[in-house]
């Protein structure tokens, strides 16, 4: 057993052992005369009231109580035939983020955070129990420099970064974080919720398209971008697994998403695997969009479906967002503290259901203004 995984399997094992050890179960109202561990306080459940047939609206209670619903083995089960190792869900990829880090990561244990990480990933490790540092926006060097440093004052060490960050729309060079978290014997923790569904044969993110999902002790996904839907998920080790549904609070004390919306979410997982040209197209427009840009000098960047405009001054932002929504452009201005100040933004995101025709006006438009104001 990789050294790494031997604590919390020595903490399970303890949990056993004392009879404190949870588990997900399956559980039906049918199987029980009464329920008396559910939230559902008014029986809204077993009112007569229209749904889907087949599918709750309410979950009841959390999933380690009765809101563990055979929808999410199925949902589970299927990310674990994608990713062959074993999912677990969450409500949203905030709760995933403020939870894994801060059950994984305890005193005596260091976490390194990519400087532009998202503010949910920050959360999470302000709730850890752990020293952290952040090293500068995918400078490696930096990252390689703390651990030469600091590795051997730590238990363990967690490497933190995104795929796709989201407010830049550029990547992290995976397969130097992979090396760089073998050779100093680290966790590699990847957020994929700006790659997921966009990117890879099957839309897996970032990881699948490396042939890198393997490497990765904890990838994160989420339903609430590509698959126009609610929740999260980690694909993990099974010891991680387990730990987690131990303690991460973030998982114990909050009611389960309804078993419809996992029903969704496992439509939608099914559907996004098969839709490599959307994600051919998405990439094609994004680029000639970039392109166009850099053609006229607006300053951008990134090499994603997510395209910035950088403005800098925040007002001259707010105007350029009003400007292009009275042309028919739904953008909203990025300011601080969501980025760095100096650096306020527009974050054009490109879909699958556009065309250039959709997109041909906008460089022009925003060269227009800027030349203007």
């Known amino acids: 057993m990789n050294n790494l995984l031997l604590k919390y399997s020595e903490e399970l094992e303890k949990l056993e052992q004392s009879g404190n050890l949870r588990s997900l179960k399956n559980i039906s109202?049918?199987?029980?005369?009464?329920?008396?561990?559910?939230?559902?306080?008014?029986?809204?459940?077993?009112?007569?009231?229209?749904?889907?047939?087949?599918?709750?609206?309410?979950?009841?209670?959390?999933?380690?109580?009765?809101?563990?619903?055979?929808?999410?083995?199925?949902?589970?089960?299927?990310?674990?035939?994608?990713?062959a190792q074993s999912a677990l869900f969450f409500n949203s990829g905030y709760h995933a983020n403020i939870g894994i880090l801060a059950a994984l990561a305890?005193?005596?244990d260091l976490i390194l955070s990519d400087k532009l990480n998202h503010a949910s990933i920050i959360d999470g490790i302000r709730l850890a129990n752990a020293d952290y540092m952040r090293f500068k926006h995918v400078d490696y060097k930096h990252l390689e420099d703390i651990l030469k440093d600091k590795r051997n004052e730590y238990n363990r060490v967690f490497i933190v970064s995104e795929s796709v960050f989201s407010m830049d729309g550029d990547e992290a060079n995976l397969q130097k974080l992979i090396e760089i978290k073998n050779k100093y014997n680290c966790f590699l923790y990847l957020d994929e919720a700006h790659s997921l569904g966009v990117r890879g044969t099957k839309g897996l993110g970032v990881a699948e398209e490396c042939e890198a999902i393997q490497d990765v002790d904890l990838l994160v996904g989420t339903f609430g971008k590509a698959m126009n839907s609610i929740g999260a998920f980690v694909i993990c080790n099974p010891i991680i697994k387990k730990y987690l549904i131990n303690k991460m609070r973030s998982l114990?004390?909050?009611?389960?998403?309804?078993?419809?919306?996992?029903?969704?979410?496992y439509i939608m997982l099914r559907t996004i695997v098969k839709m490599r040209m959307e994600r051919e197209h998405v990439m094609f427009l994004a680029d000639k969009l970039r392109n166009r840009l850099n053609d006229l000098e607006i300053e951008t960047g990134g090499s994603s479906n997510i395209v910035p405009v950088i403005i800098g001054d925040s007002q001259k932002c707010v105007n350029l967002a009003a400007y292009l929504q009275k042309k028919g452009f739904l953008v909203f201005p990025i300011r601080p503290p969501a980025v760095p100040v100096g650096t306020s933004r527009l974050r054009l995101s490109v879909c699958a259901d556009m065309s250039w025709e959709d997109l041909q006006?906008?460089?022009?438009?925003i060269k227009e203004f800027c030349n203007e104001n």
């Open 29 to 83: 109202d049918h199987d029980f005369k009464v329920n008396l561990s559910s939230n559902d306080y008014l029986g809204v459940n077993k009112k007569n009231i229209p749904r889907p047939k087949g599918n709750s609206f309410g979950a009841g209670s959390s999933r380690l109580l009765t809101g563990n619903f055979s929808e999410y083995d199925l949902l589970e089960k299927e990310l674990e035939k994608l990713y």
């Open 252 to 265: 114990i004390f909050t009611t389960a998403l309804p078993p419809i919306v996992i029903s969704w979410n």
């Open 106 to 108: 305890s005193k005596g």
């Open 361 to 365: 006006d906008l460089p022009n438009l």
